[in-house]
């Protein structure tokens, strides 16, 4: 079997455990995140898996990249530990504050100046914007095919790979010829444990960093000034509700809760 | 005169029926045009769909792009990108609003890719700026904040919005859209995605998303055995039953069809009761827009508290018994 090269594309994102610490700036309308730890995504992790169970299946490289400020670098040695043989990151003061067309745009051109791949995989949104769009965006800018929702991925004859599209309540099962780009749900494998050998691996492999400039990125398509979208305001959602608390016995509040119920018409009344 | 003009949503269908979604969507189209005055159409792809333009045109269309051919059976993202690419080029659309879906969501970043437009995801609500601008609302952070996105320099304006979130129009018989025929210039061999298979479940019971009660475990309910209580309730309520993640994760509800929030479904019932659920923002953006609210959680600090209009403070395993007597004897 022809070996296969794929590239795992992995976003940093806060670290859920701290998410109610994510606070608002009134005044700039943006997120505060400083002291917030950084953590691959969970999806993440599962697109890393499958990459790495298809060397295993039929030899070539896994590379990770990811597009991110100076500290994404503990993601992608997280990469390495798990198994990848090289890891990217763009990082430039000219790619901040992208969305994910001008994420997509740049990761694309770090993705071709590592030779393309035969296969690139994401997750299928991330844990803290879960748009789910910079697969499908990079498929365009790289002119590949792509399949998102894929729960299911399997390698047939010497250049394709069958891929179950889940949707509600059902699926589509497409085959598609290499390169492709994929990106899978949490259902479709179990990441594996780091290991012993992964620590010794990270002292031999060097994570590469790249500018705009060097992956020779249009600078009018990258950061804030190369995305189409703009956040124009940003709000904390209030979710209060009267919370009137009934108490007593359980029989007593539960009729008195009936009563409460008949009285807003959201029960008929006996 | 401005170039672009119009407001397009995708009328997904699937093996021949309308997805729920797309009606949603003329409903918010429907809405922009009015205060616009401009036009609503729909696109719709697939094979022998023709009949559903008419509904199309019952919901609120005022014009169906029709793009009808075997190559169009089944999803796929290369010929379904092919097609969309071509009707915004000839018509030249100032929106484009597709339901977030698993094929929105596949389909909808790929043709903004294409067109090269910005595209808000998963979107809660709609708007038109004083300075005519399309906005949506985009939820971040599982819910807990919403971005205003808007996307003032390229055309369309895009988003995907989130479906059982908008109200479809009441449908009116006989209303007619017309039907502009997209033909589908493309042979199989120019395709790179090939179907080979799909399956889909036929669904039996009322959707969750539009029970008029839903009644709603969570963890706290602690096992298969108690989540029966949970259905028994929800049984004299003539209900239906959610979820949170984490009893679809131990399997004592569906995943697919019962868990509610960020991930899963948005309700909108009258009556909503949360029992044995703390009230993570992941669950509460999805019942934000139930008219009542009632939590049961032993706990007088859980979030849901707050998020509730009524709490009971206690054991799950005797307020629901006391709770379905009560409801027995008033009805
Ligand atoms: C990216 C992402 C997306 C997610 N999307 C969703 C989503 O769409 N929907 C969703 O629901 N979750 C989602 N989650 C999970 C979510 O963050 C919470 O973990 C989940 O909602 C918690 O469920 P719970 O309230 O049932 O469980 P817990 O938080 O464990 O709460 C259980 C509650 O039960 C109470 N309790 C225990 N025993 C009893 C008893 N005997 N009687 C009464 N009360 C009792 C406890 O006091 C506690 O408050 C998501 C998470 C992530 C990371
Ligand atoms: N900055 C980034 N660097 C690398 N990969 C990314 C980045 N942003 C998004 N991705 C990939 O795109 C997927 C979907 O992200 P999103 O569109 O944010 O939901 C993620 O799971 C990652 O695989």
């Known amino acids: 079997m022809k070996p296969i090269n794929s590239v ?192 010794i691996w990270l002292r031999e492999r060097k994570i590469i960093r790249w500018s705009a400039d060097d992956v020779g990125a249009d600078k009018a398509k990258i950061g804030l000034p190369g995305s189409p979208t703009q956040v124009s305001d940003v709000i904390t959602i209030e979710l209060k509700r009267k919370s009137e608390i009934l108490s007593g016995e359980p029989s007593d509040v539960a009729r008195l809760l009936v009563q409460k119920l008949q009285a807003d018409s959201v029960l008929p009344k006996g | 005169m401005k170039e672009h003009k119009g407001i397009l949503v995708f009328a997904e269908q699937r093996a021949g029926k309308l997805s729920s979604v797309g009606l949603e969507l003329l409903g918010i189209g429907r809405k922009i045009a009015d205060k616009q005055q401009e036009e609503l159409a729909a696109v719709l792809i697939g094979h022998k769909v023709g009949p559903l333009a008419d509904e199309l045109g019952e919901y609120g269309a005022d014009k169906v792009y029709l793009a009808d051919n075997p190559l169009l059976d089944v999803y796929r993202s290369d010929a379904y990108t092919i097609l969309m690419q071509e009707v915004i080029q000839q018509y030249k659309p100032n929106i484009l609003i597709m339901g977030a879906t698993c094929i929105g969501a596949d389909l909808a970043p790929r043709v903004a890719a294409k067109v090269n437009t910005g595209l808000s995801a998963h979107c809660v609500g709609f708007d038109i700026d004083d300075q005519g601008r399309f906005v949506g609302q985009v939820p971040g952070f599982g819910g807990a904040v919403m971005a205003s996105v808007i996307c003032p320099n390229h055309y369309p304006q895009m988003a995907t919005a989130r479906p059982g979130f908008f109200e479809k129009l009441e449908r009116q018989k006989g209303r007619k859209a017309e039907v502009v025929k997209v033909d589908v210039k493309f042979k199989e061999e120019d395709l790179k995605i090939k179907v080979v298979g799909t399956f889909v479940e036929e669904l039996k019971s009322r959707p969750l998303e539009d029970a008029d009660i839903v009644v709603a475990g969570g963890y706290g309910v602690g096992g298969k055995e108690n989540w029966k209580l949970v259905e028994e309730l929800a049984g004299v309520l003539g209900a239906g039953v959610g979820a949170t993640r984490p009893p679809c994760d131990e399997g004592w509800a569906d995943l697919e069809r019962q868990m509610i929030g960020q991930s899963g479904k948005t309700v909108r019932p009258t009556l909503y009761i949360g029992v044995g659920i703390s009230g993570a923002m992941h669950h509460l953006v999805g019942i934000k827009n139930s008219k009542v609210v009632v939590a049961i959680n032993k706990d007088p600090n859980a979030p849901i508290f707050q998020a509730a209009d009524y709490g009971i403070v206690g054991d799950l395993c005797q307020i629901i018994p006391r709770l379905i007597e009560a409801m027995r004897v008033s009805s």
């Open chain 1, 8 to 199: 795992v594309c992995i976003k940093p994102v806060p670290d859920q455990r701290f998410w109610d610490k994510v606070s608002l700036d009134k005044k700039t309308k943006t997120l505060r995140r400083t002291g917030i730890p950084i953590a691959l995504g969970p999806l993440d992790k599962n697109a890393l898996e499958e990459a790495l169970r298809i060397r295993e299946a039929s030899g070539g490289k896994v590379t990770a990249i990811s597009m991110g400020p100076p500290g994404t670098e503990e993601i992608l040695e997280w990469a390495i530990v798990l198994g990848a043989d090289e890891a990217v990151l763009l990082t430039d003061r000219a790619f901040a504050g992208a969305d994910t067309w001008a994420t997509a745009y740049a990761l694309a051109w770090g993705i071709k100046k590592l030779g393309g791949a035969d296969v690139v995989f994401f997750g299928n949104e991330s844990l803290d914007g879960s748009t789910g769009q910079v697969g499908p965006q990079v498929a365009e800018f790289l002119d590949m095919p792509h399949v998102t929702h894929v729960n299911k991925l399997d390698l047939v004859g010497e250049d394709a790979l069958r891929a179950r599209f889940h949707i509600e309540h059902g699926f589509i099962d497409v085959e598609v010829k290499r390169p492709v780009v994929i990106a899978v749900e949490k259902t479709i494998n179990e990441p594996r444990c780091p290991t012993l050998w992964g620590t």
